[in-house]
């Protein structure tokens, strides 16, 4: 839900630097859940974006426009969701099947998750998202609303802190809850099967040997 608000802000970079810190968390939650040990610079590889110090360039940044200036682009917001809800769900499936490193490198995992969705092109996880959004665009402005104000009051601060950890325990904590059960009910309406068939596509990538470097 967070990678889908990056999008939406309206200062250049800063989306991208957001967009890589919270799908690093993710990944960093996901080994987590499974129990297995992945370090910083393989969170990096997997994950999206450069993962640039998240504060620093808040710091670079401009001023944040009013919330009252912004834009609601549906489509951008549903499509970053919707490719970070793939990925965590593939980087799972790997995990639990022991395709990691150092048993396969982070690069491989996530050539393998990239090609993988790039056969997934008109995905109904995206569909479902988009009509999610669609009808909780209130509670997506006043979530957006919360992310602005916390990555203002994150300029006064002078080391990086857990942001998504401070948002669930924010006063607008009931209104993420809300956007989040809002998607996981879409989510919920897909069929099992297409779950089914994203996985043992993945899979069956993973199960090839790895190309030696050079060949």
Do not use: C, W
Request: glycine residues 6%.
């Amino acid at each position: 839900m967070l990678v889908g608000l990056t999008p939406l802000l309206p200062v250049p970079f800063l989306d991208d630097h957001l967009k890589a810190y919270f799908e690093r968390r993710l990944a960093r939650a996901i080994a987590a859940s499974r129990g297995v040990a992945v370090s910083e610079d393989d969170l990096r590889a997997i994950g999206e974006g450069e993962g640039q110090d998240l504060i620093a360039q808040i710091g670079k940044g401009a001023l944040l426009l009013p919330v009252r200036l912004l834009f609601l682009n549906v489509k951008r917001a549903s499509d970053a969701a919707s490719a970070t809800y793939h990925r965590g769900y593939l980087l799972d499936v790997a995990l639990e099947a022991g395709a990691h490193p150092p048993q396969r490198s982070a690069s491989e995992l996530r050539a393998a998750i990239a090609a993988t969705l790039e056969e997934t092109p008109h995905s109904p996880i995206g569909a479902a998202l988009r009509l999610s959004f669609e009808g909780s665009k209130a509670l997506l402005r006043q979530a957006l609303a919360a992310l602005v104000g916390a990555l203002r009051r994150m300029r006064t601060t002078s080391t990086e802190v857990d942001l998504a950890e401070a948002l669930k325990e924010s006063k607008d904590r009931d209104v993420f809850a809300s956007l989040v059960e809002r998607m996981r009910q879409a989510v919920d309406e897909i069929p099992a099967a297409y779950f089914q068939e994203l996985e043992e596509r993945f899979l069956e990538r993973l199960a090839k040997p790895p190309v030696p470097d050079g060949d």
